[in-house]
């Protein structure tokens, strides 16, 4: 599945960026909420990463690096999820993440499944590798893999979905 979009790398300068920024980082405080109401929701179905994705792919890196470092903060500091010991792993994840998906926008100038994949599996290898080196625990490095498969699948068809499909300016 691959498919033409008007793809935006926007400035810091552009007030815009930052009023998207806001919207990405609304829907990763709504996301996450909702799915940890569910056992172990977080885990399973990474929530805080989507709209990084979305942001990121459809606006460039620099929207989503805002959602990618702020989303956690603010979600930490008003719900207490994640854990402050986690929020180092979580916000690099993020980071690679929004760095990525920009990048790869910015290269391929299309929305492709496989492009999606790459992105999300490329910035979970890099950032399980990281995690590793901070946790010194392989089994709790990995568990975005163990058992977050299913909100990585979501990341790729879902985020393919709405940048193709609802957020089509």
Partial sequence: MENTVKLYALPYSKSKTYWLAGLFIAGNIVLP????????????????????LVG???????????????SPLL?????GMPPVAALPAILFKSSILA???GLAAAYF?????????IVVLGSQFIGTA?????????????QDFRIGIPGM????FGGYLLINHVIRK
Avoid: M, R
């Fill in 153 to 156: 699948l979501v990341q790729i």
């Fill in 99 to 101: 760095i990525a998906a």
């Fill in 109 to 117: 100038q299309k929305v492709a499944v496989w492009t999606l994949a």
């Fill in 56 to 70: 990121a792919y459809k606006y460039g890196w620099k929207v989503g690096l805002l959602t990618a470092i702020l």
């Fill in 130 to 142: 990281f995690e590793w080196l901070i946790v010194q625990d392989f089994h709790i490095a990995i």
């Fill in 33 to 52: 909420q909702l799915c940890h109401l569910l056992p172990q929701g977080g885990l399973v179905w990474l929530p805080i990463y989507f709209f990084t």
């Fill in 75 to 79: 979600n930490s500091w008003l719900f």
